[in-house]
C-alpha cells in the first residue's frame, strides 16, 4: 500500500497521518479478540495498570501467531518503507488497550527520546504505525498530537515514573500554548495511524464504557539498528532481519480460515 504525494506531504508536515478504513470489519474483529485473549495471560511481556487491568502487552507478535503475520502485512510495512526509504526490521510491537472505564493516562512524550538514550537507536529513522481495533473518538482516549512538533527534534528528558521519559512539563508549554496547538487522532475501527518518532503526543485516560484498543508496530531502517539496548528484548528487539512485505491478501486469507 503506497502513500499518495498529498498523504506524504501531510505526514511531513504534521508527522503523523490518519489512513481511514484500512482493514476489514473481519479482520478487526479477529485481531480484537487475540488483544483480548493475550492480555488474560500474567506475563512479564504484558504491563498493567495499579488496579490490575492490561496497560501493554509487549512483543505479542513473538508468541501470537495473528500479530505475527500482521507485523508483514504490506499495508503497515510499505507506508514506512517509501517515508523511511530503504529496508525495515521490527523494533518493537505492542498492543495498548486502553480499556473502558480503567484505561490511564500517557503523558506528553517523544518515542525516539526513548530509543535514543534507552535503546541506543542512532537516529529518528524509525516510525510507529498503528491499527485501531476499536473506533476512537476524542473523549475515550485517543492520541493528541502537537502537529509539526516533530520538526524541532528530540527535547532531552530524565527518567520518571516507572523509568518512562515523559517531556518536562516546561517544554510542553513551550511547544503547547493554545487549544489550537494540538490534534486529536480518530478515526474508524480498521484505521491506520502514522506517526513520526519526534511528534509529541500522549493521550489521556479513557473514563467510557468504550474501549480504545491500539496495535502498534514501530519499524525501523536497518541501517539504523540499536546498538546499546537497555531495556529488554521484548520490549526492544535486538534482532535486525528485514521484514518482507506479504500482500494483504495473505492476512485476508488467514483471517478466513480462523472464521473456519
Not at 495498548?96 to 512524550?109: E, Q, Y
Not at 525501523?220 to 535486538?238: L, Y
Request: one cysteine or more; charged letters at 20%.
Amino acid at each position: 500500500m503506497k502513500l499518495t504525494q498529498d498523504q506524504v506531504n501531510q505526514y511531513n508536515e504534521a508527522g503523523f497521518l490518519v489512513l481511514p478504513d484500512v482493514f476489514s470489519t473481519d479482520e478487526v474483529d479477529v485481531l480484537r479478540r487475540e488483544a483480548t485473549d493475550i492480555t488474560q495471560v500474567q506475563r512479564p511481556e504484558i504491563w498493567r495498570e495499579k488496579n490490575g487491568a492490561p496497560r501493554t502487552a509487549f512483543g505479542c507478535h513473538k508468541y501470537s501467531d495473528i500479530f505475527r503475520t500482521l507485523s508483514s502485512d504490506a499495508r503497515l510495512v510499505e507506508p514506512v518503507e517509501q517515508l523511511i526509504g530503504e529496508p525495515l526490521y521490527i523494533h518493537q510491537f505492542k498492543v495498548n488497550p486502553k480499556v473502558a472505564f480503567d484505561g490511564d493516562t500517557f503523558p506528553w512524550h517523544q518515542d525516539f527520546v526513548t530509543w535514543h538514550e534507552d535503546d541506543g537507536m542512532p537516529e529518528a529513522r524509525a516510525m510507529n504505525i498503528a491499527i485501531f481495533l476499536d473506533h476512537v473518538y476524542p473523549t475515550n482516549g485517543a492520541l493528541m498530537f502537537v502537529p509539526a512538533s516533530h520538526k524541532r527534534g528530540m527535547v532531552p528528558t530524565t527518567p520518571k515514573e516507572n523509568n518512562r521519559r515523559w517531556m518536562d512539563l516546561k517544554d510542553v508549554e513551550n511547544v503547547i500554548r493554545s487549544g489550537s496547538d494540538i490534534e486529536v487522532a480518530t478515526g474508524n475501527a480498521g484505521s491506520v495511524l502514522m506517526f513520526h518518532g519526534n511528534a509529541v503526543h500522549g493521550s489521556a485516560g479513557n473514563m467510557t464504557p468504550l474501549p480504545r484498543r491500539i496495535v502498534y508496530v514501530t519499524y525501523n531502517a536497518v541501517s539504523n539498528a540499536i546498538c546499546k539496548p537497555t531495556r529488554p528484548e521484548f520490549i526492544a528487539h535486538q534482532t535486525f532481519e528485514p521484514v518482507s512485505a506479504m500482500p494483504p491478501e495473505a492476512f485476508a486469507e488467514y483471517v478466513s480460515s480462523l472464521h473456519g
